[in-house]
Nanobody
Framework: EVQLVESGGGTVQPGGSLRLSCVGS????????LGWARQTPGKGLEWVST????????RYADSVKGRFTVSRDNIENTLYLQMNSLKTEDTGVYYC???????????????????????RGQGTQVTVSS
């Protein structure tokens, strides 16, 4: 059974930092590009970042560029998202997922068409508030 389990969310003041983790199991973790997406109040699903299977490239949404850093450990089957200089608009539920789950740019999860692996976790809540 494929599982992606996120952790590390919480409540932080504006300007603060959090580090999210996502442990994968039930699939060959090192073989897949992975990323983060978030569901924010009133804005639907938003792509945050993607990292190559080997970690050789990373991409970021403009809204988080320069503040968030995605990384992975293919020995520990873990994906990370380091979030610095957090803003109130970063509040939301953060999910780790394969790109097929979020890259259709529809504002919601992409349908599973069984062409590419479509996996996502259960999410972790991040609240940025003073």
């Amino acid at each position: 059974e494929v599982q992606l389990v996120e952790s590390g969310g919480g409540t932080v003041q504006p300007g603060g930092s959090l580090r999210l983790s996502c442990v994968g199991s039930g699939f060959t973790f090192r073989s897949y590009d992975l990323g983060w997406a978030r569901q924010t109040p009133g804005k639907g699903l938003e792509w945050v970042s993607t990292i190559a299977s080997s970690g050789t490239w990373t991409r970021y949404a403009d809204s988080v560029k320069g503040r968030f850093t995605v990384s992975r450990d293919n020995i520990e089957n873990t994906l990370y998202l380091q979030m610095n200089s957090l803003k109130t608009e970063d509040t939301g539920v953060y999910y780790c997922a394969t790109p097929a789950a979020y890259d259709c740019n529809s504002g919601s999860w992409c349908p599973d068409r069984s062409i590419r692996p479509n996996y996502r976790g259960q999410g972790t809540q991040v609240t940025v508030s003073s």
